[in-house]
């Protein structure tokens, strides 16, 4: 017995030696980079060739630190605080662009349907070389929103160079006024509704139900939703959205480190009640939160995706304000389909690839088609009522007519209860 407890005596303080000394490690090695870079902040303060401000550095330093982790995770200052709250809540003014830095590069990840971007023509993939001829190498997202901001009707320079082009092309665009609305509701045939979405705001899903309820009551014969250069926004967005149109089962979930970023949501109804049947349309400016929506809608078999492959951006950033009025945005979990799948740096993948076909102004002019509607003074139906969701009818067909992707949603959308019966 004496051996025994000996044994267990020694074995004990063996144990104890070890824990104490792996503690003594763990404390050093936390604390070691923290000493080393007070060691660095001191020496740059004592013998750099200019007086330099701490708070700026220090303010770069964490700036830096977060940019390594990932192209989402970075730093804001207190006014690039302020700004990401109006983003999200309220108007701002700028050219109505979603950036990111892919491989390095600013990269545009969509514009902004009816925003000076958008009708200056940039397109998801255009990487920005230049803004005000001051080159965007190692520039944050932060950095590179203040420089595109600006009150409307200033205007910002940007040099761009679009996916395969080997040469730069440089676009001055006048600032304006951001639109918050984030629905735009047409009616393509009898009873056949487009919904498009933008991005998912504070007032997306009011957007949506407001939209509907000017569509009327009678049932819809079919629903195309349009997330096609959707760059993402709200999580709580994204699910509202997706439930509207799933009556039960699982919509997304997240997995973390800590308990607070592992989150689980669930259809609570069709709170809509749209049973339609229905296409979902993207491409790769969809993102984020759109690939969220589109995901679940697959995963239940409530819709057929159509189009090409999405983004890629399948983690969650939490925002947390710092006691000074800045704060950091913090990648804290990575987000999973109703499956199971994890859309991270893969994207969604349409369940029928068609790729977009831009129409050349040839090609466009001669599948113009003229009628009788279309004639200046012509005589008005006295019998035909139009609908008050509609835009002048040229628009609708103006719209199919350059859309190959549009075009064959509605083809498809209009079979699928003929193909539902064959099974």
């Known amino acids: 017995m004496r051996v025994v407890h000996w044994v267990g005596t020694l074995m ?46 220090i303010q770069g330093a964490i700036r830096g630190m977060l940019q390594e982790l990932d192209p989402h995770s970075s730093f804001m200052t207190q006014d690039a605080f302020r700004e990401m709250q109006i983003d999200t809540s309220g108007e701002f003014s700028g050219i ?16 902004i349907e009816d925003t000076p971007a958008f009708r200056e023509g940039l397109k998801s993939g255009d ?6 001829g001051e080159s965007t190498v190692d520039i944050t997202i932060m950095d590179a929103v203040k420089q595109i901001r600006g009150p409307r009707g200033t205007t910002v320079e940007l040099t761009v160079l679009s996916k395969g082009e080997s040469v730069s092309r440089t676009v001055t665009i006048a600032r304006d006024v951001i639109p918050v609305h984030t629905v735009k509701l047409f009616e393509l045939e009898q009873g056949v509704l487009l919904i498009r979405l933008t991005s998912f705001k504070e007032t997306t899903m009011d957007d949506l139900r407001a939209a ?32 509207a149109f799933l009556s039960e089962g699982q919509i997304v979930y997240t997995k973390g480190k800590v308990s607070q970023s592992e989150m689980n949501f669930e259809a609570s109804r069709n709170v809509l009640d749209v049973d339609s049947p229905m296409v979902v349309l993207i491409n790769a400016g969809s993102a984020s939160a759109s690939e969220i929506v589109a995901g679940a809608l697959q995963d239940h078999g409530r819709a057929l995706i ?13 925002i947390i304000p710092l006691a000074d009025g800045s704060g950091i945005k913090l990648t804290t979990a990575v ?7 994890s859309i991270q740096a893969k994207g969604i993948d349409p369940d029928i690839f068609v790729p977009f076909i831009a129409q050349n102004n040839e090609q466009e002019a001669r599948m113009t088609i003229m009628r009788e509607g279309d004639l200046i003074r012509h005589l008005e139906n006295g019998t035909e009522q139009q609908s008050e969701l509609d835009p002048p009818k040229t628009q609708v067909q103006e719209m199919l007519e350059r859309d190959n992707q549009l075009r064959m949603a509605l083809e498809m959308v209009k079979a699928m209860p003929r193909l539902k019966a064959l099974r």
């Open 12 to 57: 004990l303080l063996f144990f104890l030696a070890v824990t104490f000394g792996q503690s003594m490690a763990t404390d050093e090695d936390r604390y070691s980079p923290l000493k080393r870079f007070s060691q660095v902040l001191d020496l740059v303060e004592r013998y750099y060739v200019q007086d330099v401000d701490r708070n700026e550095m």
């Open 96 to 111: 109505g662009i979603e950036i990111s830095i892919v491989d390095g590069k600013l990269t545009v990840v969509s514009p």
């Open 127 to 132: 990487h920005i070389l230049e803004i005000n």
């Open 212 to 243: 509907l309820a000017k569509a009327g009551q009678t049932p819809h014969s079919g629903l195309i939703l349009d997330l096609r250069n959707n760059p993402g926004g709200l999580l709580n967005q994204a699910v509202a959205v997706a439930d």
């Open 306 to 318: 159509l189009g090409e492959q999405t983004f890629g951006k399948g983690s969650v950033q939490t």
């Open 335 to 341: 987000y999973y389909t109703p499956s199971g799948r």
